[in-house]
T-cell receptor
């Protein structure tokens, strides 16, 4: 069974702090996506990374795909209360042609 | 362009009943996937439909079924509901699905409560 483990599971920080969320697996993925989900809503796609070692920036968010395409990280600079939500990584599997979702990281940013 | 819509948004059912949930994908998207989300298990893949055919299936019992219509709209059905079926059911659409086409756009979900 392919698993995507995210850490930390919960993160509670003050506005202005930096944070990093990790997404790890023993499997190789053809691409990896990051989503943010707010209460009562479906996940919203933030970014897709495809190439090993790829780095993408979205305003204060920086996403990196590991060289071996087994892991990814999401770094948020100067977090704001609007960043609060559930962050999910999802890997596209070579073997099963499915999207495997990570365990999720729940982020709370206090003003 | 309108997003993914799901109906109903909230549903309360009794054990043993059956339920049908509906999903309308983004116009032009041909792939529709269904997921179950619970606090304990996270987001779990149910099945994917593409061009009216089930292309992929997760590890759920046969009580969970789905279908897709020629206009790409999809329905999922859960028969003989159990308490453990209480969850947020999410539908996601993508242009083609499959390898390289899995940028999915999610609907707001249907919150199902089984009592």
């Amino acid at each position: 069974t392919q698993l995507l483990e995210q850490s930390p599971q919960f993160l509670s920080i003050q506005e202005g702090e930096n944070l990093t969320v990790y997404c790890n697996s023993s499997s190789v993925f053809s691409s990896l996506q990051w989503y943010r989900q707010e209460p009562g809503e479906g996940p919203v796609l933030l970014v897709t990374v495809v190439t090993g070692g790829e780095v993408k920036k979205l305003k204060r968010l920086t996403f990196q795909f590991g060289d071996a395409r087994k892991d990814s990280s999401l770094h948020i600079t100067a977090a704001q209360p609007g960043d609060t939500g559930l962050y999910l990584c999802a890997g596209e599997s070579y073997n099963t042609d499915k999207l495997i979702f990570g365990t999720g990281t729940r982020l709370q940013v206090f003003p | 362009k309108a997003g993914v819509t799901q109906t109903p948004r909230y549903l309360i059912k009794t054990r043993g009943q059956q339920v049908t949930l509906s999903c309308s994908p983004i116009s032009g998207h041909r792939s529709v996937s269904w997921y179950q989300q619970t606090p304990g298990q996270g987001l779990q893949f149910l099945f994917e439909y593409f061009s009216e055919t089930q292309r992929n299936k997760g590890n759920f019992p046969g009580r969970f079924s789905g279908r897709q219509f020629s206009n790409s709209r999809s329905e999922m059905n859960v028969s003989t509901l159990e308490l453990g079926d209480s969850a947020l059911y999410l539908c996601a659409s993508s242009l083609v699905g499959g390898q390289g086409g899995y940028e999915q756009y999610f609907g707001p979900g249907t919150r199902l409560t089984v009592t």
